[in-house]
């Protein structure tokens, strides 16, 4: 769920502007999963942009108080929510931790790196949301470990309907900065895809695992 309808814009647009976020409609990419898709995103991009991830981590860290209150301990989901998740604690002045998508085969064998106690509570930062599978991975490592997960705040979802049951099925909260139904009202209000495209957009979105550019 979006907080702010002009923060998910904002977003939108400065993702599209530094090319964490590319709509290719007649050329779609190809995912790790064999779906054809007409968006690729790489949110990691943002860390290069001081401004940028000022921005969004500082949008992040108030919705998240707004939302959750202070937790006491930020967790980033590795890789891809490490550095944001930082950034987010750091604005915040909490502690930081991260869940791997496994535990480590050698040394302390840990999947929760950093500090944190039975009990504590946490607000997990992820940086993309699709099926939500390895989001809600690390949300079962953290409450194995029996730390209280409070929600979840993403920069961006693709809205599909199964990451939204899978949210619903473990009960937990998702707020997002911005979706994918921000991302083409922006794209559209500022001619970076045409209504031709935009319908096709809307298409994959309805059924990413079926979808044909032609």
């Known amino acids: 769920m979006i907080f702010n309808k002009e923060t998910a814009k904002k977003t939108a647009e400065v993702l599209l502007q530094i090319n964490a976020i590319k709509l290719s409609p007649s050329e779609p990419f190809t995912w790790a999963s064999g779906w054809k898709s007409p968006i690729y995103c790489d949110n990691r991009i943002l860390l290069s942009f001081p401004p940028i991830r000022n921005y969004i981590s500082e949008a992040m860290a108030k919705q998240l108080e707004a939302k959750y209150g202070k937790p006491d301990v930020i967790a980033g989901v590795a890789t891809g929510a490490i550095g944001i998740g930082m950034l987010v604690a750091d604005y915040l002045g909490l502690p930081f931790i991260y869940v791997r998508p496994d535990a480590k085969g050698h040394g302390r064998k840990n999947q929760i790196e950093g500090f944190i106690e039975s009990g504590q509570n946490v607000v997990v930062v992820e940086d ?10 690390a949300v079962k490592a953290l409450k194995e470990a029996n730390i209280k997960v409070k929600g979840m705040i993403a920069i961006f979802t693709y809205g599909f309907e199964v990451a939204t049951e899978n949210f ?27 209504e031709k495209e935009l319908k096709a957009l809307s298409e994959w979105n309805s059924n990413p695992a079926e979808w044909n550019a032609n």
């Open 128 to 137: 993309l949301i699709s099926t939500g599978k390895s989001s809600l991975n």
């Open 168 to 194: 619903a099925k473990e009960d937990i909260d998702l707020q997002t900065l911005s979706n994918y139904d921000s991302l083409l009202e922006q794209a559209l209000d500022t001619n970076y895809i045409s």
